[in-house]
Every structure is written in structure tokens, then in C-alpha cells.
């Protein structure tokens, strides 16, 4: 009987979609850079195979006509979107970094690490070329704050012969190896700052002031704490007759929240910071083959499709067709409902933000349509910046219409998701939450978008394999 079970189509295609799945997954923790360009090849030809299937079909346009059409659209969307609009929204995302940092509570014994030191350096320095000398050019920026970090974070190692002469080692080559040294806390003088700013001409004049506000913000956590003003203008606003001693267990309770907060979001915050020279690093790579991969794969989308059956055993080629047909339906539909959703919701919160006088309208734009690509989790993560920026404000009006907009525009963004995915089946919120949990951990960051994809793939599975056969158990 074993062996009967073992040799029926369904056993055979459930057996081999598994080693499938589970090679892909290999494939996917090779490295990064092969991950981003799996994704994002398979996420761009996803959206263009709707229009290749209306311009082949209802234009009868020839299929590498649509696919340059396509394809051309997209990425000509994409090099705008880089030259309009990632530069601003960098200088943003930097100038926030300072007013949240500035709204959490300060902890003396908080250390900064050597991205938040450069970070906070950088923002010194271009505070300095706005507000009071605007000849001081990009270039003077970037090479004072590589000296100052070589002289506060570094270990001034620069060659082999110096690093024989530090450590105790007998015998060290020229190949490539990886040492890692212990860090000591270094004492950091003002002068010796000042030393190396009045190198540059062009800052040369206020050496001393830069100086000390650099040492001031890179070796001292320091915060306006704005979060307390805001909190007690809301509990007034919430409770006029409030007792001060309630009132003052109440902040403090919201302090200890806040610094838990905050210790996430500077660990989050610093660890992508660090990846960030490695994926520029990689960027031209992976977007080389994702162009290459788009281009073909979208050309033979359709015969790859007819195709792929083949890789099962001819027994179960009629049972994995038809799970493979049906995946792949709920996949595309699900790309192309989140990614118009993502956009929408960017646009909409980008608009709002900027009509109700709050700052970093462009920066909160983006964040949303990126947070709206993780479903039901990805909500929570775009709120909390809206929510600081608000309470910031302490206006009452401007927090309703805030929160009034966030609960319509999710609604309508539920609405759409749904008439796109009319006619497929939907996943069960339980069933994605626990998957971006899971592939959360395994993954991280990328781990949480592709965590939808892979519940909808899971879902197919069990009602084309093993659903059928605890029916007939």
C-alpha cells in the first residue's frame, strides 16, 4: 500500500515540489545580491505580463514590441524616480533622523555607533553649509568627515608593515584575511577637532564652534525630548482633571516605552545603515541582470509557463499543471494588487502629509508605499512616523484629520486589494503574519516582503496536495 502511495501522481508531484521549493530557498541564501535579483526580476514580469497579454492579444502587437513598450515604461518610471526623487528624499530621511532622535528620551549611557557618528558629523556639517556658509561644497563635506571619523572611530592602520608593528604576530602576507581588533573607548579633544577642521579653508573660520558641537553630538546622547511636551498637551487634552501624580506615572510609563522604542529603532536603523555601502556597492550588478533577466524572461514568459510541467515525472505532470497554473494566478495577481496599492496609499499619504503643514511630506510618501508592500504588519510601521510628526504639532485638529485619513485611506486600499484579486483566493491575515514573523527571522527585512508570496504558495500547496489526501484518509 506504501508503495502504491508512494508511486501515484499526487505523491510524485508533492515530493518533487518540495525539493523544488526547497532549492530555491538555497538559491535565495547564496548571497544577497542573487536574492535581490530573483525578486525583483520575478516582480517585474509579473506586472508587465498583464500588458503583454492585452497588447499581444487585444493590440495584436508583436511580443518584443510589447515587451520594449513594457519594460521601457517601467524602468524609464524608475531612472526618474532615482534622479528626482532619491536625492531629496535622502536629505529628509537625514534631517528626520535628527527630530526623532530629538523626540525620544535621552539615555546617558547610550553609545553611538560609528554609522551614527558619521551620520551625525554629516548632518553637523551641512547644517553648518546651510545656515551660515553656502560655499562650502559636497566635496568639502565628504572629505572632512572622512578625516574626522579616521581620527575619532578608526584605528589609523594603513599598511602591513604598521599593523606587524601593533600586533604580536610572527608572520602576516600579503593575501586576504580579516582581523578584527578590540575597540577601546578613545578620548576625544575638542582641539585636536578643531586641528583637523582648520585644515579645510572654507570652515578654517569657525573651527572651534564646529568643533565643539561635533564632539557635543557624536560622544554625548543628547535630546530636546520633545516627546514629553507632547504627551502632556495629549493627556490634557484627553483629561483636564487628571491628578499630577497619575499624570506623572503615566509619563513615565511612556518614557520606559520610549526608550525600548528607541533602542529598536537605532539598532534597526544602524544595522541597515551598514548594509547600505554594500548594496551601492552591488546596486549596477544586480540591476545589469534584473534588466537582462526582465528582457528575456518576459520574451519567453508565456513558453516558460507551457514548459515548466516538464520538470515533474510525466505521471504528475497533470496534477503539479495544475497547481502550478493556479500559484502562479494568485501570484501575479497579488504583485500587481500590492505593488498599485503600495503606490497608492505613497501617493496619498505623500499629499496629505504636505496639505496639513507637516514636514518630510516627500519622505513619509515613500515610506508608506514601502511599508504598504508588507501586508497588515507593514500599517503599524508606517503610523509610528506620522504619529511623532503629529504630536510634535500638539494641534488636535491636525491628529484627527491625520488619523480620519489613515483609517479611510486603508480602507479604500483594502477595497482595491480586494476587486484585484477578485476571483483568486485570498490568504488568511493569520497565516501572513506568522509567515512575516518567520521569514522575518530567517531573512530580516527582505525576509518580511517575500513572506506573502511564499503564504500564498503554501496555501496552493496544501489545498493541491494535501488537502486531497486527508479528505480521503
Given at each position: ?8 501522481p ?11 521549493f ?33 497588447a ?13 513598450l ?17 536625492p531629496?528624499?535622502?536629505q529628509?530621511a ?7 532622535i ?7 549611557n547610550t ?11 554629516e ?10 556658509n ?8 565628504k ?6 571619523m ?24 600579503d ?13 576625544i ?17 569657525d ?5 565643539e ?66 548594496i ?12 537582462i ?14 514548459h515548466?510541467?516538464g ?5 504528475s505532470?497533470?496534477?503539479a499543471?495544475?497547481?502550478l497554473?493556479d ?49 497588515i ?20 485638529v ?13 480602507v479604500?486600499?483594502?477595497?482595491v486589494?480586494l ?18 514573523i518567520?521569514?522575518?527571522q ?22 493541491h ?9
Amino acid at each position: 500500500m506504501n508503495k502504491g502511495i508512494m508511486k501515484s501522481p499526487r505523491f510524485m508531484a508533492t515530493f518533487f515540489t518540495v525539493v523544488y521549493f526547497l532549492i530555491s530557498i538555497l538559491i535565495l541564501t547564496i548571497s544577497p545580491a542573487i536574492s535581490a535579483i530573483f525578486i525583483i526580476t520575478i516582480a517585474i514580469v509579473f506586472m508587465v505580463e498583464p500588458w503583454m497579454k492585452f497588447a499581444t492579444t487585444t493590440l495584436k502587437l508583436g511580443r518584443w514590441i510589447a515587451v520594449a513598450l513594457g519594460l521601457g515604461t517601467i524602468y524609464l518610471l524608475l531612472t526618474l524616480v532615482t534622479i528626482f526623487l532619491f536625492p531629496p528624499v535622502i536629505q529628509e530621511a537625514s534631517s528626520f533622523y535628527t527630530t526623532a532622535i530629538n523626540f525620544f528620551p535621552a539615555e546617558k549611557n547610550t553609545q553611538f555607533t560609528p554609522v551614527e557618528i558619521e551620520l551625525n558629523i554629516e548632518n553637523v556639517l551641512k547644517n553648518y553649509k546651510e545656515k551660515q556658509n553656502p560655499s562650502v561644497s559636497d566635496n568639502d563635506i565628504k572629505s572632512l568627515k572622512d578625516e574626522l571619523m579616521r581620527y575619532m572611530v578608526n584605528n589609523d592602520i594603513s599598511s602591513i608593515e604598521e599593523l606587524k608593528s601593533k600586533l604580536p604576530l610572527n608572520e602576516l602576507t600579503d593575501e586576504n584575511f580579516v582581523i578584527i581588533l578590540p575597540t577601546e573607548k578613545k578620548e576625544i579633544s575638542v582641539s585636536k577637532i578643531a586641528e583637523i577642521i582648520s585644515n579645510y579653508k572654507v570652515f578654517s573660520s569657525d573651527a572651534t564652534m564646529l568643533a565643539e558641537e561635533i564632539k557635543e553630538r557624536t560622544t554625548s546622547f543628547s535630546s530636546s525630548e520633545d516627546w514629553k511636551s507632547a504627551f502632556e498637551w495629549l493627556i490634557d487634552k484627553l483629561n483636564k482633571n487628571l491628578d499630577e501624580q497619575r499624570k506623572v506615572q503615566i509619563l513615565t510609563s511612556i518614557r520606559s516605552l520610549l526608550i525600548e522604542i528607541q533602542a529598536k529603532f537605532r539598532e534597526y536603523l544602524t544595522a541597515f545603515l551598514e548594509k547600505i555601502p554594500g548594496i551601492v556597492s552591488s546596486m549596477f550588478t544586480v540591476m545589469f541582470f534584473v534588466i537582462i533577466g526582465t528582457i528575456y524572461l518576459s520574451y519567453y514568459f508565456s513558453g516558460f509557463k507551457r514548459h515548466l510541467p516538464g520538470i515533474y515525472p510525466k505521471s504528475s505532470r497533470g496534477v503539479a499543471s495544475s497547481f502550478l497554473r493556479d500559484t502562479y494566478g494568485n501570484l501575479e495577481r497579488y504583485v500587481v494588487a500590492i505593488i498599485l496599492v503600495a503606490l497608492l496609499t505613497g501617493i496619498s499619504v505623500g499629499i496629505v502629509v504636505k496639505i496639513l503643514g507637516i514636514k518630510y511630506s516627500l519622505l513619509m510618501g515613500v515610506w508608506a508605499a514601502i511599508t504598504n508592500l508588507v501586508p497588515i504588519v507593514g500599517v503599524i510601521f508606517e503610523v509610528i512616523p506620522l504619529l511623532l510628526l503629529s504630536l510634535s504639532l500638539k494641534s488636535w485638529v491636525i491628529l484627527l484629520v491625520l488619523l480620519a485619513f489613515l483609517a479611510t485611506i486603508h480602507v479604500v486600499a483594502f477595497i482595491v486589494f480586494l476587486k484585484l484579486m477578485r476571483g483568486y483566493n485570498r490568504i488568511n491575515p493569520v497565516l501572513v503574519i506568522a509567515m512575516i514573523i518567520i521569514m522575518g527571522q530567517l531573512f530580516s527585512v527582505p525576509g518580511a516582503f517575500i513572506a506573502a508570496p511564499l503564504a500564498i504558495i503554501l496555501k496552493k500547496f496544501w489545498e493541491h496536495f494535501l488537502s486531497p489526501w486527508l479528505e480521503k484518509a
